[in-house]
């Protein structure tokens, strides 16, 4: 059975029931009943997520109807494209400025008294839990655990594998960046504050995490300015950032009182109209924070208006001309990493022509979300061969979905505005829980684990070249995405690890795991905000997720 099969089964029976125009009530009973009766999640899971999204299913429902949402997200062919591989690029509504005659403008003289070096820190996925409590139950059968309500049991004060950030884990990680020294120049958070309890949230609750990581960073760092990114952890409930401006003012009001330290008047302006955000650091660098969750294929807000929600991309592509013009350097922020599968299609085609026309302003872009250390290059529009630029996905904090507490200080080279090369940093929570103590430790720097001579695009393909016929580089690099926890990996898990570092978007790297038709192999996000990877998978709803074709490479990440 195809995905888009699937897809619609699922949406004709989505819409025979909406045709009787069921109450808020009766539909949460109704969707509470099939998610128990197929075991998708726990009863407590199943009853909460459905009452969290109901009132805004049945509004959007209203609104537009349901009969072509298969195709609208992306599980179903469009007109036309039945059986091709690649869809139209779809760029036919999106204008990218002509490129400027002459030579590019130079870098601008750099600030008194700034050396050649700049670091930046990187630090995403937080995902503090603020109800984390030590010795209960680890194992609570629930997308996350310890808690009081899961029971007694063993759960440690740094943290456990199967739960969210405890207090005293993060008030570990602020004690050692207090330490740094140098005291870096800036840090990125690149978004999800609140924990993965998404069925028994608040807006209250959400923003009391968000507060808590906001205000902890900037008292670890007092000299360090900040540059905030949101997550799709950050909306309630998670993923739904309405297309209405008004209605998401209860987050990004409050958001932009929390960042006021750090941002411009201007950039905080842009914060309460969208979530996304401009302005100079220094003399030839401009930070942009783009809120990715404007292209978030299960934010349903999206089925609206997916063309460009908030005018988000035009907005870009008039930040980058400026820039341009300027001779700035653009380091570039999100959640979401751009160009993976959760992210639309058709947002994907345009960022993506955007990075091809501004490909010497954009020399640097951060992601999270995924909680992998991992790397994407950008190839060329015309030919889909020549690398161009390189993004940079940061580990999560979090230990949840088995990952060591990690994050990076970048080494920005003040000369070319590019990062020349990195310290990842980790905690092993293991060795944490054993000796009571969270200490800090060098886990890599790509220059020197990987042999490259610089971090530039050209390079990064000759590493992926390489990981194609060396064995040990392979491990080694699957050994740093999952933050030294994880075992080996197969020839299918190094295939699928290629081909997400090399594919410029989702659709490529369906093409580079030898996917031939539009339906295939699609990426799930689960209800908890955990991920599929190599699955043949469908989500529709958020009660609503089925793996018809897993195989040996389909793990959790």
């Not at 949230?201 to 905030?228: D, F, K, M, V, Y």
């Amino acid at each position: 059975m195809s995905v888009c099969t699937v897809c619609e089964i699922v949406v004709d029976a989505i819409g025979a029931i909406l045709q009787s125009k069921p109450s808020v009530d009766m539909f949460e009973k109704l969707f509470a009943k099939i998610c128990i009766s197929l075991k998708i999640e726990a009863k407590e899971v199943c009853d909460g997520i459905v009452h969290e999204f109901a009132p805004e299913i049945l509004e959007i429902a209203a609104r537009i109807g349901i009969a072509n949402v298969c195709p609208i997200i992306g599980l179903c062919p469009r007109d036309g494209e039945e059986g091709e591989d690649m869809p139209p690029m779809m760029l036919t509504d999106f204008d990218v400025p002509s490129p400027r005659p002459g030579p590019p403008v130079p870098l601008p003289k750099r600030g008194e008294g700034l050396g050649d070096i700049a670091h930046v820190v990187h630090i995403t996925d937080i995902h503090i839990d603020l109800q984390y409590k030590v010795n209960t139950r680890v194992d609570c059968g629930l997308p996350m655990c310890c808690r009081e309500s899961d029971g007694p049991g063993t759960a440690n004060k740094w943290g456990e594998f199967t739960c969210d950030t405890p207090v005293t884990l993060f008030e570990g990680l602020l004690d050692h960046l207090s330490t740094l020294d140098p005291a870096p120049e800036y840090l990125a958070f690149t978004g999800d504050s609140p924990p993965h309890d998404v069925w028994k949230q608040s807006r209250e609750e959400n923003l009391a995490a968000n507060r808590a990581i906001i205000s902890g960073l900037g008292r670890a760092l007092p000299h360090t300015r900040i540059l905030p990114t949101f997550g799709n952890h950050e909306a309630f409930p998670i993923d739904q950032y309405n297309i209405d401006p008004a209605r998401m003012a209860w987050l990004y009001d409050a958001t932009a009182e929390m960042w006021k330290e750090w941002l411009t008047e201007e950039a905080l302006a842009s914060v309460r109209h969208g979530g996304f955000y401009t302005m100079l650091l220094e003399p030839g660098l401009r930070v942009v924070s783009i809120n990715t969750q404007y292209c978030d294929y299960i934010n349903f807000w999206l089925l609206l208006n997916m063309t460009d929600p908030l005018n988000q991309l035009q907005w870009l592509s008039q930040v980058l001309y400026d820039a341009e013009a300027a001779g700035e350097r653009v380091l570039l922020l999100g959640h979401i990493p751009m160009g993976s599968g959760d992210c639309l299609i058709h947002y994907n085609n345009k960022y993506w022509a955007l990075l091809d026309r501004f490909r010497h302003v954009i020399t640097n872009q951060l992601f999270g979300h995924t909680h992998n250390d991992e790397f994407r290059i950008y190839s060329d529009m015309a030919t889909a061969s020549e690398p161009i630029l390189v993004s940079y996905t940061g580990p999560s904090f979090t230990p949840l979905t088995n990952h060591n507490p990690s994050y990076r200080i970048y080494k920005l080279d003040r000369n070319t505005m590019t990062f020349a090369d990195w310290d990842h940093m980790y905690a092993e929570l293991e060795e944490a829980q054993k000796h009571d103590r969270l200490t800090f430790k060098l886990e890599y720097s790509p220059l020197q684990a990987y042999g490259m001579t610089s971090l530039s695009p050209a390079e990064w393909k000759r590493f992926t070249d390489r990981m194609k016929t060396d064995d040990a580089l392979a491990q080694l690099y699957h050994q740093h995405r999952h933050t030294m926890h994880t075992g080996t990996c197969s020839e299918s898990c190094k295939k699928a690890e290629y081909c997400a570092a090399t594919s410029s978007t989702n659709l490529y790297y369906r093409r580079c795991m030898g996917s031939t038709k539009f339906q295939e192999r699609q990426r799930c996000g689960l209800l908890t905000g955990a991920h599929m990877q190599g699955c043949e998978c469908v989500c529709m709803c958020v009660c609503v997720c089925v793996c018809v074709q897993p195989h040996e490479s389909c793990v959790i990440v």
